[in-house]
């Protein structure tokens, strides 16, 4: 089982709409949870850290966690063709690969 | 400014030649990582290092090496072992504790011909 597994893409928005990826995780010891922004060709951007169970508001990003089920979303508002990118979904490292095989959103005007 | 750098952003190389790559960071982060990345794949974990002149093995670790003399520096060599080494290459660094939020350098896209 991998450490971390995201909802498979591609996932394409209108532009203004709700873009919404999910993350799974399997460590239930783990207590930090990262989302990055890679665009193409280009290295990842953390864009959301979430350490404790609920929402932390970012701008037009929302993180959302449960550690009881074990999973975090985030949520773009008001999705802009700039937010076209894959998101990756990640752990604190130890010892091996954690971050999601990331989801690749396209929000078109 | 602080970061993340790596150099050189491409590279190439003939089969059978080991080639280091370079990351240098100042942020005086302890940990230091190296990943791989393959077309339209995830992040491998290749070698991470907490401290200096100390440095663990990753998921996929064979044919690579690395080391950590300065806490500033954390080389990768891709040696003429590693069967398919064309790959997209990111270096990363991150405070020790709890949070371990990792910061990457701009990637070294190394093809092997």
């Known amino acids: 089982q991998k450490e971390v597994e995201q909802n498979s893409g591609p996932l394409s928005v209108p532009e203004g709409a709700i873009a919404s990826l999910n993350c799974t995780y399997s460590d239930r010891v783990s207590q930090s949870f990262f989302w990055y922004r890679q665009y193409s060709g280009k290295s990842p951007e953390l864009i959301m850290s979430?350490?404790?169970?609920g929402d932390k508001e970012d701008g037009r990003f929302t993180a959302q966690l449960n550690k009881a089920s074990q999973y975090v979303s985030l949520l773009i508002r008001d999705s802009q063709p700039s937010d076209s990118a894959t998101y990756l979904c990640a752990v604190p490292p130890r010892g091996k690969s954690t971050f999601g095989d990331g989801t690749t959103l396209t929000v078109k005007p | 400014d602080g970061g993340i750098t790596q150099s050189p952003k491409y590279l190439f190389r003939k089969e059978g030649q080991n080639v280091t790559l370079s990351c240098e960071q100042n942020l005086n982060h302890d940990a230091m990582y190296w990943y791989r990345q393959d077309p339209g794949q995830g992040l491998r974990l290749i070698y991470y290092?907490?401290?200096?002149?100390?440095?663990q093995k990753g998921d996929i670790a064979e044919g690579y090496s690395v080391s950590r003399e300065k806490k500033e520096s954390f080389p990768l060599t891709v040696t003429s072992a590693q069967k398919n080494p064309t790959a997209f290459y990111l270096c990363?660094?991150?405070?020790?504790?709890?949070?371990?939020?990792?910061?990457f350098g701009p990637g070294t896209r190394l093809t092997v011909t």
């Open positions: 979430i350490y404790s169970n």
């Open positions: 290092s907490q401290i200096v002149n100390d440095f």
């Open positions: 990363a660094s991150s405070i020790r504790g709890r949070n371990n939020e990792q910061y």
